[in-house]
């Protein structure tokens, strides 16, 4: 398949935008490179490097952080694109937001080849980044075995990256499928518990491993923040599911609820223990923790070690705590 010689990574997710302009020079492997600098870049300078060659061989250039170029930059390069030759590719990697977006979406008009790389935010656009990695190592993956990989690394989409990595290369590659066991094999040895953990751990009214896993937690770092907000997703999706008739297929209501049909599937599982009103005791308590936690109180691990509990507890008792 021919290169597209203009190519465009737009994006403030760094391990998504790094990795599609090492895909992009690995196709141009036998291309000489030159890199430019956005904030660096002076007017004049662009020019003299694309200038056509005298010898005609292929050439990539690639200019980081598009977003710093001054606007007379800017202005010079949409003014060379006409006489560009054609042994030249051009790829321009813009960090994302406003600043320079004029400059992206001219560019984007002249038919560059885009590549997003926004920041993965949703536990199904994670999981679908999961699966296309491992298919990128010519692996395939499992659901449960997604879901496990996605809770174990967080929001760290360079540590989800490279845990990808390892365990497609790791794993026995006469395995058909990989599964949620090569996954527990793979973090086997840690003692670290994100918080998806406690999250696991208080939905299901387990008070001994919700106290064990934020412990763990706690000892390695993880946020209080972020413990917080783990188990309000899981609570959210609890109350996103409950109101899902029974005969309801997962996979079609999952982009109306804005979850992948696994987490649907999941919460259903989870929500055998929860009762009415359960829910609505959940968010207090983590409302309160979230205020504790930011200031709000004097002992503010208290404050969400004692939420966390309560939760659990209350769905130990089945709402009667």
Request: glycine share 8%; aromatic share 6%; net charge negative.
């Amino acid at each position: 398949m021919a290169l597209t010689p203009l190519l465009l990574i737009h994006g403030s997710e760094v391990a998504l935008s790094d990795r599609a302009l090492s895909e992009a020079l690995a196709a141009r492997k036998d291309f000489e490179r030159t890199n430019l600098d956005g904030d660096e870049l002076e007017v004049g300078r662009y020019s003299e490097v694309i200038a056509p060659s005298l010898f005609s061989e292929n050439r990539v250039i690639i200019l980081r952080d598009l977003q710093d170029v001054p606007a007379e930059v800017g202005q010079e390069i949409l003014e060379s694109f006409d006489s560009i030759d054609s042994n030249t590719h051009l790829i321009f990697i813009h960090r994302g937001g406003v600043k320079g977006k004029g400059l992206v979406d001219k560019i984007k008009k002249l038919k560059a080849e885009y590549i997003s790389c926004e920041p993965l935010k949703k536990q199904s656009e994670k999981a679908e980044f999961v699966r296309e990695e491992f298919l990128r190592h010519g692996r395939k993956i499992s659901s449960a075995a997604i879901e496990a990989l996605v809770s174990a690394t967080g929001s760290d989409t360079r540590e989800l990256a490279a845990a990808c990595s390892q365990i497609a290369f790791d794993t026995n590659a006469g395995k058909a499928i990989i599964d949620e066991n090569d996954i527990a094999n793979y973090y086997q040895g840690r003692v670290e518990a994100t918080g998806f953990d406690v999250a696991d751990a208080v939905i299901a009214g387990d008070v001994k491993g919700t106290l064990i896993s934020l412990r763990n937690a706690l000892d390695t770092g993880t946020d209080p923040v972020m413990i917080i907000a783990a188990v309000a997703n899981s609570v959210r999706a609890l109350a996103k599911v409950s109101d899902l008739p029974r005969n309801a297929k997962s996979f079609e209501v999952a982009g109306k609820l804005g979850l992948a049909p696994w987490q649907i599937d999941k919460a259903r599982r989870q929500l055998t223990k929860w009762r009415p009103g359960m829910i609505t005791f959940a968010i207090a308590e983590l409302s309160r923790a979230d205020v504790g936690v930011k200031g709000g109180e004097a002992a503010p691990i208290y404050a969400l070690e004692r939420a966390m509990v309560s939760i659990a507890k209350n769905v130990a008792s089945g709402g009667s705590v």
